[in-house]
């Protein structure tokens, strides 16, 4: 079982950087495919960014790419989203969550993941 929890969500200007993390807990932490998912109000969880287990493979959603970066350290037990050039349309409750699939793979679908963190609320002011 893997236990996660995020940090580093605040309230920043349009523009500005914020640099989430998520802690694992649990020695398998290096067998999971990880993800970040954003829910604002009334919307349903949409995915952000994966990588899976090794690292070697990263994607992003479109309206992300170019601002974001997904990273982990294995060693660490964490996860990180580097966010650049936010958006108010980047405002959302962000999770992390944890998925185990063979080989190189991951999901963008919120359905495949099996572990989730309490999640951090992230607010880009205009």
């Known amino acids: 079982q893997v236990q996660l929890a995020e940090s580093g969500g605040g309230l920043v200007q349009a523009g500005g950087s914020l640099r989430l993390s998520c802690a694992a807990s649990?020695?398998?932490?290096?067998?999971?495919?990880m993800g970040w998912f954003q829910q604002a109000p009334g919307k349903e969880r949409e995915f952000v960014a994966g990588?899976?287990?090794?690292?070697?493979?990263?994607d992003y959603a479109d309206s992300v790419k170019g601002r974001f970066t997904i990273s982990r350290d294995n060693a660490e037990n964490t996860v990180y989203l580097q966010m650049n050039s936010l958006k108010p349309e980047d405002t959302a409750v962000y999770y992390c969550?944890?998925?185990?699939?063979?080989?190189?793979?991951?999901?963008?679908?919120?359905?495949?993941?099996?572990?989730w963190g309490q999640g951090t609320p992230v607010t880009v002011s205009s």
């Open positions: 969550a944890a998925g185990y699939w063979a080989g190189e793979s991951y999901a963008t679908d919120f359905r495949g993941y099996d572990y």
């Open positions: 649990g020695r398998a932490f290096s067998s999971y495919a």
């Open positions: 990588i899976t287990w090794s690292g070697e493979i990263t």
